[in-house]
């Protein structure tokens, strides 16, 4: 099926003009986005497996047929609602919004919370139910924040929203998938030119084929070369695979109520990260919808939020412990050619795998090292984006708006190394830590909702370089009532948790709207300032 490209604005498509379900695009994007995707299942499979031990029939036989089933649902939704504006505008370029499960709350729902009712249980079931609590609050809190995030995305500076996503996608996205890519060169360094060379540099494989696909398939049999000549690579062999055929079948979802309802007596626990957490969620999802307009797709931000919770509250009913989230990286599928199609495509490959039993498999077959570099391309994109679509004069509120995420992502790595060894920040002792120049209490406060201060922190600066030093001190006083109630530069909610920070936001505040009286005032002395009349000829 062909079509037509239209100007953006000419109104709605004829039948004649209508966008294809599917493009070549697609194909490309369909490999990137769903090695995407599959990345994340086969961790979260292995943070439920190994880290929770949770018993193989319940991972196989419940939680991946619900996550598949969400999975599905949110797919279809994005690649239906991208197709609906390309219909509305007569384009044929719309790219649907990349969904899935949040990676964020992935790690905090096993580690903040499934984590700590395991240890305090000795019962994976009850871990389960939390966990399906954690997600049915933060459900609540998407849908009910779907109808304020249209305001906030209209005052808030685009630099500010995509300087915050931006620090993401350098640490959080990128760093862990640059390491591994380093750490097994020999496949990881390959497979990344090879996407560079096809994505970036437009060079194009013999028979069209994605440079997604090129990168798997050479990383894959570079990785079984090696293991069945002696020296196992990446995780691969005839052994793996044999084990991973055990979970063949047909597994579909069943609801989970009764583990649902189970969870509800850890509410106390859940409700001090579903909460700041759904607060994350909604400002992520603003920065993607962002992200998406500054790349010519302009959605509904209401509809997206509502949608992620009623499909996560779906999900989170059928046996899902993980929230659904809109991606960042639109931006990357849609360069590669990507439209609606590579989105509905991905949510069948999903549901076929977690209902199927596949993903075992393919974790046997496939190095997962060789699917790392998709995410570090991704990562490259999204960062470059916040300079190239935001004002020149700009740079450094972007600049500005990444650091909290770079101190959130420092201090998880200390925390992860000082956990490796046995002991804490706390036990080492935080004046021993500065004095090795590890400043850790600065790192703790700057990063603790780091999405949320990032965008503070950019707004201030955007505003401050345009010279609306009045709007400015109006987002200092937000950063002062979110500091106050412990949504920013805190690692609990609560009243007064860093009292000291909220003061400054709000001294700040206050010297910003003395300087903006003050500019005024000047202002309107130059404008009624006499006029002095000079003779023809005299000089003024």
Not at 467 to 480: I, Q, S, Y
Request: glycine share 12%; hydrophobic share 55%.
């Amino acid at each position: 099926m062909t079509a037509t490209s239209i100007a953006p604005g000419s109104g709605p498509a004829s039948a004649a003009t209508r966008p294809p379900f599917w493009t070549p695009g697609d194909w490309n994007a369909l490999f990137g986005f769903g090695t995407n995707i599959l990345v994340n299942v086969l961790v979260l499979t292995g943070l439920l497996r190994f880290v929770l031990q949770m018993p193989s029939e319940i991972v196989f036989g419940r939680i991946l047929p619900a996550t598949g089933l969400m999975m599905f649902l949110s797919t279809m939704y994005y690649a239906w609602l991208a197709r609906q504006l390309a219909v509305k505008t007569g384009r044929t370029d719309v790219c649907a919004l990349p969904s899935g499960i949040s990676v964020p709350h992935m790690f905090v729902v096993v580690f903040v919370v499934m984590m700590p009712i395991l240890n305090a249980t000795k019962d994976p079931l009850q871990a389960w139910g939390a966990g399906l609590t954690w997600v049915f609050v933060q459900s609540f809190v998407l849908m009910i924040g779907g109808f304020i995030a249209p305001v906030i995305r209209k005052i808030t500076p685009r630099a500010a929203l995509l300087g915050s996503l931006a620090g993401i996608s350098l640490t959080f996205i990128s760093m862990s998938p640059a390491a591994q890519v380093f750490t097994t060169p020999g496949i990881g360094l390959i497979c990344l030119v090879v996407i560079l060379i096809s994505w970036l540099g437009g060079v194009r494989y013999p028979k069209g084929m994605p440079g997604g696909l090129v990168a798997i398939a050479i990383g894959a049999g570079i990785a079984w070369v090696a293991t069945l000549a002696g020296y196992p690579m990446g995780g691969v062999g005839p052994t793996q695979v044999g084990e991973a055929l055990g979970t063949f079948g047909l597994h579909l979802p069943t609801p989970a109520i009764p583990e649902l309802v189970g969870g509800f007596k850890y509410i106390g626990v859940i409700l001090v990260t579903a909460i700041p957490f759904g607060i994350y969620d909604l400002v992520e999802a603003l920065d993607n919808v962002e992200s998406a307009s500054a790349a010519g797709d302009s959605f509904p931000t209401t509809r997206v939020l509502t949608a992620d919770g009623v499909v996560s509250l779906i999900g989170c009913l059928m046996g899902n412990p993980f929230i659904n989230a809109v991606y960042i990286g639109h931006p990357g599928w849609k360069a590669m050619g990507g439209r609606g199609g590579y989105s509905a495509a991905t949510g069948v490959l999903m549901l076929v795998l977690t209902w199927l039993g596949v993903v075992a498999v393919l974790m046997a077959i496939i190095p997962s090292v060789a699917l790392l570099p998709i995410l570090l391309y991704i990562g490259m994109l999204i960062g470059a984006q916040a300079f190239q679509e935001s004002p020149h004069n700009h740079a450094p509120a972007v600049v500005l708006a990444l650091v909290p995420q770079v101190a959130a992502w420092g201090k998880t790595q200390i925390d992860n190394a000082l956990g490796a060894a046995g002991t804490n920040a706390a036990d080492v002792g935080l004046d021993k830590l500065a004095q090795g120049g590890v400043l850790y209490h600065g790192l703790s406060i700057l990063g603790s909702g780091a999405t949320l201060a990032g965008i503070i922190l950019g707004s201030v600066a955007v505003l401050i370089i345009d010279r609306k030093l009045d709007k400015a001190a109006c987002f200092a006083f937000a950063g002062a009532v979110l500091t106050f109630f412990g949504l920013i530069h805190s690692e609990a909610i609560g009243i007064a948790k860093t009292p000291l920070v909220a003061a400054s936001y709000l001294g700040c505040a206050i010297f910003l709207l003395v300087c903006a009286k003050r500019a005024q005032q000047a202002d309107a002395a130059i404008v009624h300032a006499p006029t002095i009349e000079h003779g023809v000829g005299e000089p003024a």
